[in-house]
């Protein structure tokens, strides 16, 4: 059975920064890409940053520019998002997703249960 | 990039079909067949239901179909049953590497 599985979410100050990570396990983890899509408290879906199998190429929304870096460690079958000087708006559940196929965008298969990140003092 | 647009509401009574709005523009749903929509039940993560704005995974109910017309897609639900009560979100690729959500819809069944 394919599965991600994220940790490392929690309360930090403003400022701060945190690291998220997201383990897959049922499937060849370096054949796909991964994203962080996130979703604050009563709100919507909003994508955050992807990166492509082999950890080649990465992305990220205009939100999270500067601050927030994706990168995989495919031995470990484990993406990160390393997040920094975080703002009360980053605060939401963060999932990470595996695309469908390594052609497809935005055609997220599998998704994991999430972790939650609060920014607050 | 701005979020695509979606009603924020639905409605429909059990049996009924409701068929749910999502629109963008030329650079993204007009654009590109990389069209999709979750539907998410609450405290769940979502679930992929119409990828390829036509295309269903395997174990999605044939009563979901998807469709799109110029800038705007849609989602609609056939034969609606209780436990399609949820949100549901469309998502395109904007191009430039950049992904889009709809501000989601809340499928409510009388």
């Known amino acids: 059975e394919m599965q991600l599985l994220e940790s490392g979410g929690g309360l930090v100050q403003p400022g701060g920064s945190l690291r998220l990570s997201c383990e897959g396990s049922g499937f060849t983890f370096s054949n796909y890409a991964v994203n962080w899509v996130r979703q604050a408290p009563g709100k919507g879906l909003e994508w955050v940053s992807g990166v492509t199998g082999n950890g080649a190429s990465t992305f990220y929304a205009e939100s999270g520019k500067g601050r927030f870096i994706i990168s995989r460690n495919n031995p470990k079958n484990t993406v990160y998002l390393q997040m920094s000087s975080l703002r009360v708006e980053d605060t939401a559940v963060y999932y990470c997703a595996k695309e469908l196929s390594p052609r497809t965008r935005g055609t997220f298969d599998i998704w994991g249960q999430g972790t939650m990140v609060t920014v607050s003092a | 990039q701005s979020a695509l647009t979606q009603p924020p509401s639905a409605s429909g009574s059990p049996g009924q079909s409701v068929t749910i709005s999502c629109t963008g523009t030329?650079?993204?749903?007009?654009?590109?067949?990389?069209v999709s929509w979750y539907q998410q039940h609450p405290g769940k993560a979502p679930k992929l239901i119409i990828y390829e704005v036509t295309e269903r995974p395997s174990g999605v109910p044939d009563r979901f179909s998807g469709s799109k017309f110029g800038n705007t897609a849609s989602l609609t639900v056939s034969g609606l049953q209780p436990e399609d009560e949820a949100d549901y979100y469309c998502?395109?690729?904007?191009?430039?590497?950049?992904?889009?959500f709809g501000g989601g819809t809340k499928l409510t069944v009388l």
């Open positions: 030329s650079r993204d749903v007009g654009g590109d067949k990389y």
């Open positions: 998502c395109s690729y904007g191009g430039n590497n950049n992904l889009v």
